[in-house]
């Protein structure tokens, strides 16, 4: 019922930003929850962010907040993953995944979504 394409990923150097694209198509009616996750080698899979498409509300994990900003352009059917002052640990594959109704509240947990994206690869490396 639902697809979701991330883009955006690429080799950026520490201190550099990037914009993650998540591109969601299908009946995307029911699916307002959209989160933001990232793996790295050897570790598990982390939530970053989420927002609710039809009011706004955003939420941030620690290690990201303050740098990253997660926006939605709903016309577009796409939600955006702004992050700056890149580190080297935020290398991973970043994933986006949504979240059927009737769940309206934003979750850092991997089991709270229904539908993932195949994730794009972000390296912050010199």
């Known amino acids: 019922q639902l697809r979701l394409v991330e883009s955006g990923g690429s080799l950026v150097q520490p201190g550099g930003s990037l914009r993650l694209s998540c591109a969601v198509s299908?009946?995307?009616?029911?699916?307002?929850?959209i989160g933001w996750f990232r793996q790295a080698p050897g570790r598990e899979r982390e939530g970053l962010s989420c927002?609710?498409?039809?009011?706004?509300?955003?939420h941030y994990v620690d290690s990201v907040k303050g740098r990253f900003t997660i926006s939605r352009d709903n016309a577009k059917n796409t939600v955006y993953l702004q992050m700056n002052s890149l580190k080297s640990e935020d290398t991973a594959v970043y994933y986006c995944?949504?979240?059927?109704?009737?769940?309206?509240?934003?979750?850092?947990?991997?089991?709270?979504?229904?539908?993932w994206g195949r994730g794009t690869q972000v390296t912050v490396s010199s």
């Open positions: 927002i609710n498409s039809s009011d706004g509300n955003t």
């Open positions: 299908g009946f995307t009616r029911n699916y307002d929850i």
């Open positions: 995944a949504a979240a059927a109704h009737p769940r309206d509240r934003c979750s850092d947990f991997s089991d709270y979504y229904d539908y």
